[in-house]
């Protein structure tokens, strides 16, 4: 019913900046709110940004001021910059969107990317 597709991971060095992205596709009529969460390895996914469709945004204490996230509802799509990159932000990040409203189905409590990875290392 619902697609959530990332992009924008890759090899940064510390200290530098990456723009994650996100789209959802599908019969969509809207989406509550959406985020993104980050796995590294042998850790826990965690909430890593959220934002509502009226553009309330929450952060993780551990990028408060290093990353923004940003919507288009008008595109379902989601942003995540991220800006002086630690090498303890390495991990799997993955898009999240929650509380959608799909045309001929109704309600879905949420949906998730396959993910990207996010490399920070010299």
């Known amino acids: 019913q619902v697609q959530l597709v990332e992009s924008g991971g890759g090899l940064v060095q510390p200290g530098g900046s990456l723009r994650l992205s996100c789209t959802a596709s599908?019969?969509?009529?809207?989406?509550?709110?959406m985020g993104w969460y980050r796995q590294a390895p042998g850790k826990q996914r965690e909430l890593v940004a959220a934002?509502?469709?009226?553009?309330?945004?929450s952060y993780a204490d551990s990028v408060k001021g290093r990353f923004t996230i940003s919507r288009d509802n008008g595109r379902n799509t989601v942003y995540l910059q991220m800006g002086s990159l630690k090498p303890e932000d390495t991990a799997v990040y993955y898009c999240?969107?929650?509380?959608?409203?799909?045309?001929?189905?109704?309600?879905?409590?949420?949906?998730w990317g396959q993910g990207t990875l996010v490399t920070v290392s010299s």
């Open positions: 999240n969107a929650e509380e959608l409203l799909i045309r001929s189905y109704g309600s879905m409590r949420d949906a």
């Open positions: 599908g019969r969509i009529i809207s989406i509550n709110a």
């Open positions: 934002i509502t469709s009226g553009s309330t945004a």
